[in-house]
Structure formats: C-alpha cells, structure tokens
C-alpha cells in the first residue's frame, strides 16, 4: 500500500488549538491509501491553519474560500454554524464528534494514564480505538482525522491501525516523560494559549479521579498579536491568567506551581478560591520550578508541565526519557 504524504496542500487543520496533532494524525490516516487524497480540511473550531513553508497561515474563512466541489471537509458535529458555512462551499462535508448526530461518532471514551479508549461508529462500520496519546481532547480530535480518512475512502480498519500506531502527536503535546520514581511526568509545552492550557488541565484532572495526586507547572500564557491599547492589553492579559487560575481550583487539581512573574495572577486567582483543598505557589523562574516540583511530588503523582520554559529544565535536569512512565 502506498504512503501519501499529507502536505499542506493536500490536507489542511483550522483551528485556535490541536493543530499539530490534528496535522499528525491526518497525515498518518491519510497515508493508509494507495490513491491520492483530495483536497481535504478538518476544521475543529473558527481559528486559521498553521504557516508553513508552502503555504502562509490562513483564516478559517480563507481556507473555505479555497475550497471547490471536489473537497473534504470534516466538522464538528457540535457547531452548526461551522457546519453551515462548510455546507455552502459546496464541498463534501462530514460531521465528527462524541454528539449522536456525527457521521463519524465516538462513544465510550476513557482517558487514563495508560492512553485513551473509545468506540468509533461510520454507518454500520464500528470499531474499538486505543490510542498511546493521552487526553480527551486528542481523542476528539483523531476523530476529525477518521472522518478525513472516511471521506477520502481509507477503510476505518486501516484508519484505526495508523492511529494507534501513533506514540506522539507532536513534541510537546501531551508528552509522556519516564521521571522516575512511579512519577508520570507529562510535557505539553508546544502550545501555551488559553485552549490548549485548560484543555490539559481537564486531561490532568482526569488523571486525578484515578486516585493520582495531580500537579500543574503552567507559565505565561500566549494571547497572540495585540492591537488593543497598552491598558486594554494588560487587563485582557489579567483577565486571562485569572480564568486558569480559577479553572484549576475547580477542576482540583492537587497541586499548582506558576512559573514567572508575568503569570501571578494565576496564581493570585487560585488563592482567592475559598473551596480549594490544593495548593499554590508562584516561582520566579524554571530552575526554581523544577527545585518545587522536586519538593513536593512523590510517587504515584502526575505532573503536567504547561510552561516553554519549565519544560526544557525539568527535562533536563531530570535526564528524562520520552515514552517511559506506561
């Protein structure tokens, strides 16, 4: 069978946040053909694509634009709007999700340590998907990447193998990382906005309710280019870090160490939530980040570094190893 590499101009990712993985994952079920694929787009949310040396980044509209009546489009189940504005391209459209309404639907889904389990419906094809990548948020997305597959006319079956043949989504996506010590240490420093920060946190306070002590490293947010006024930008930017601090008291997370200044009010906010059984300490920089976590983790703990930063020092000082701690 033959391999066909998904460049950018074949097959495109829209979206604020997963991209990247999104990116390896159609490549990987995409080269599950022995044809080429067509134009294809999976568009997770009203974002742009990624720049690339063959193509500069584009608005989810302009990638619509671009489209013609031989395309691929997959979307989300859950956004009608996203699926209105597909449908009018008229492009083949193929809605994906965790919703009763997706033509390609996923149900069942587990997240644990171990990787993340779900059951995978198109018509009358079904079939059970174990994927080595951890997360919710990835799983909904090789959903996406499944209905690109379908559309494009790859077998689920083969679909599926190129999936759980998959060990990473990318550097820094959900990284698994051997610390030793029964410690689960779990790098996703590739993306530091918003999305992609509290979409780890909830993967992170999954990992809690199977009876492991959680701790989250979580650095300076990235908002993007700003053209609002200098006060404007610095209360956006409070107003930001403030949402993530919050977010991890309600998700409880065990543990919290916020890496630089620039991110106090993370820090600042999780304090001011009376509810928290947890923790919170702000640090000035990643090497004493990495003396903190040496502090207070202990076996059976995972830790989820959310900070550029941190995560190259964690790293290597501990002289870690990529997928260890399975």
């Not at 990116?23 to 134009?39: D, E, I, K, Y």
């Not at 559309?151 to 190129?162: E, F, I, K, S």
Request: aromatic fraction near 2%.
């Amino acid at each position: 069978m033959g391999i066909v590499q998904a460049t950018a101009s074949v097959a495109t990712v829209v979206g604020t946040v997963g991209r990247s993985s999104t990116s390896a994952m159609l490549t990987a079920v995409l080269g599950a053909t022995s044809h080429n694929p067509r134009r294809t787009v999976v568009l997770l949310s009203r974002g742009s694509s990624e720049a690339a040396p063959d193509a500069p980044a584009k608005s989810w509209g302009e990638v619509l634009s671009s489209l013609d009546l031989e395309s691929i489009v997959a979307v989300p189940a859950s956004d009608a709007r996203l699926i209105e504005a597909a449908r009018l391209t008229g492009a083949r459209v193929v809605t994906f999700g965790f919703d009763a309404t997706a033509e390609v639907r996923g149900a069942g889904l587990h997240a644990s340590t171990g990787g993340t389990d779900y059951a995978v419906t198109i018509g009358s094809d079904r079939a059970d998907v174990r994927l080595s990548l951890l997360g919710e948020h990835l799983a909904e997305n090789s959903l996406g990447a499944l209905a690109a597959a379908h559309a494009n006319g790859v077998p689920l079956a083969n679909a599926v193998a190129a999936l759980e043949a998959l060990s990473a989504a990318g550097e820094g996506i959900m990284s698994p990382v051997d610390a030793g010590g029964d410690i689960l240490l779990i790098d996703d420093s590739a993306s530091m906005a918003p999305e992609s920060v509290t979409a780890g946190l909830k993967a992170l306070a999954m990992f809690g309710t199977e009876g492991h002590r959680t701790v989250a490293v979580i650095g300076e947010l990235d908002l993007g280019p700003s053209e609002d006024s200098a006060a404007l930008a610095a209360e956006l930017h409070r107003e930001a870090h403030d949402r993530i601090g919050r977010i991890v008291v309600r998700l409880n997370i065990s543990s919290l160490i916020v890496v630089g200044d620039n991110a106090r009010h993370i820090h600042n906010a999780a304090g001011l939530e009376g509810s928290w059984n947890g923790e919170s300490v702000l640090v000035a920089d990643a090497a004493a980040a990495y003396d903190r976590v040496r502090e207070v983790v202990r076996p059976g703990d995972v830790v989820l570094v959310k900070s550029r930063e941190a995560a190259t020092t964690i790293l290597s000082a501990l002289g870690a190893q990529q997928g260890g701690a399975r």
